[in-house]
Nanobody, 121 residues
Framework: QVLVVESGGGLVQQGGSLRLACAAS????????VNWYRQRPGKQRDWVAG???????NYVDSVKGRFTISRDNAKNTVYLQMNSLNLDDTAVYYC???????????????WGQGTQVTVSS
């Protein structure tokens, strides 16, 4: 069984920073691409950033230059460093990871429960 858990959310003022973490645990053989999504109040869930197993990264335009995604493969953890936060960044942030539990396993798509980020004025 695999568990994906986000942490690091909270309340921060405009211009502030937060670092989110996405930790995977359990029976893990390998972790492929990991993505962060966010869901603003009343809106659909949107993709924010992604990192491949090799470390290549991509971002939605609205966070480029402000957010940085990184991964620590030894800890099975992916981070999202968020700087210069603004009111539009208020959302529940979700982590999605593609994980294999064995060499022959078909990769599974795992979601965390989300972590709330609230940016105040």
């Amino acid at each position: 069984q695999v568990l994906v858990v986000e942490s690091g959310g909270g309340l921060v003022q405009q211009g502030g920073s937060l670092r989110l973490a996405c930790a995977a645990s359990g029976s893990i053989f390998s972790i492929g691409v990991v993505n962060w999504y966010r869901q603003r109040p009343g809106k659909q869930r949107d993709w924010v950033a992604g990192v491949t197993s090799g470390g290549s990264t991509n971002y939605v335009d609205s966070v480029k230059g402000r957010f940085t995604i990184s991964r620590d493969n030894a800890k099975n953890t992916v981070y999202l460093q968020m700087n210069s936060l603004n009111l539009d960044d208020t959302a529940v942030y979700y982590c999605n990871a593609i994980i294999k539990t064995s060499l022959t396993d078909i990769p599974g798509n795992y979601w965390g429960q989300g972590t709330q980020v609230t940016v105040s004025s």
